[in-house]
């Protein structure tokens, strides 16, 4: 090996282990029950599995941080698509939705476990329990569609929304 492919090997290394100590940190902040998304619905066992297979890691406050990403730039990697998942979608905080919204999230919900588009294949990599068989994504499907017309006749009964078409 030739004295300038050492010392590139050498510098990459250290750059490696240099990056180690920046970026961004892996968080799991305290969850207040009442604001889950289980306080609020009506989730069977079947669909509670689930969720906690394919969804929490990154829509919640209940990551389980695998071991490869602590090290970094796979740590970077990770953290932002955690954080950009529970930005777009969070159960830990689902009491902070207005009804409209979660009406409308349980359908982009259902249809996104229905059509394969969740979990993304990303996740699954790093994930392979989380892969949902087809009669899983069919549940899933059927029970969001379920929660959300029980959700709009609840509301609808209460007058404190207008009528969202069901699909």
């Known amino acids: 090996m030739t004295t300038k492919r050492k010392f590139t090997l050498f510098a990459i290394g250290v750059v490696l282990v240099a990056i180690q100590w920046f970026g961004p940190v892996q968080t799991n902040p305290p969850i207040i029950q009442s604001h889950t998304i289980q306080?609020?619905?009506q989730i069977p066992a079947r669909v509670a599995d689930i969720l906690n297979r394919s969804c929490m890691d990154c829509h919640s406050y209940e990551t389980h941080w695998p071991v490869c990403g602590q090290i970094a730039p796979v740590s970077w990697w990770l953290v932002d698509n955690?954080?950009?998942?529970?930005?777009?979608?969070?159960?830990?905080e689902w009491a902070k939705y207005r009804p409209a919204y979660v009406i409308a999230t349980l359908g982009a919900m259902g249809e996104a476990v229905?059509?394969?588009?969740?979990?993304?294949?990303?996740?699954l990599e790093f994930h392979p329990r989380g892969k949902l068989s087809n009669d899983?994504?069919?549940i899933f499907h059927d029970w969001a569609v379920s929660e959300r017309h029980r959700l709009q006749v609840e509301l609808l009964d209460t007058g404190k929304t207008q009528k969202v078409a069901v699909q």
């Open 114 to 123: 229905g059509v394969s588009t969740m979990p993304p294949d990303s996740y």
């Open 136 to 138: 899983e994504r069919q």
């Open 39 to 41: 306080s609020r619905l």
């Open 82 to 92: 955690v954080n950009r998942g529970r930005a777009e979608l969070n159960f830990s």
